[in-house]
């Protein structure tokens, strides 16, 4: 059974970090193409940031470029997300994802950051 299990968000200030985590189970991260998404509040669901299975590329959206780092964990097969200088737009749910053929999507956490 495979299982993503993302943790880590929270409410904070303009300008400040934080850290999201994407704890996955029932299939190996290395495999697989992962990344975060994110779903503003009214709006629809983007990509933010990749990984690729194939040569470990990494991709950003251009509204986190600079600011946001995702890693990968193989020793604890976890995905990561590091958010730092947070703005109010960045405010909404945020998805981990793997695929490989198939779409596997964690259930969402929340982040919010106050003007």
């Known amino acids: 059974d495979v299982q993503l299990q993302a943790s880590g968000g929270g409410l904070v200030q303009t300008g400040e970090s934080l850290k999201l985590s994407c704890a996955v189970s029932g299939i190996t991260l290395e495999d697989y193409a992962i990344g975060w998404f994110r779903r503003p509040p009214g709006d629809e669901r983007e990509g933010i940031s990749s990984?690729?299975?194939?040569?470990?590329?990494?991709y950003y959206s251009d509204s986190v470029k600079g600011r946001f780092t995702i890693s990968r964990d193989s020793a604890k097969n976890t995905l990561n997300l590091q958010m730092n200088n947070l703005k109010p737009e960045d405010t909404a749910v945020y998805y981990c994802?793997?695929?490989?053929?198939?779409?596997?999507w964690g259930q969402g956490t929340l982040v919010t950051v106050s003007s």
């Open positions: 994802h793997a695929s490989l053929g198939y779409d596997y």
């Open positions: 990984i690729m299975n194939i040569d470990s590329t990494t």
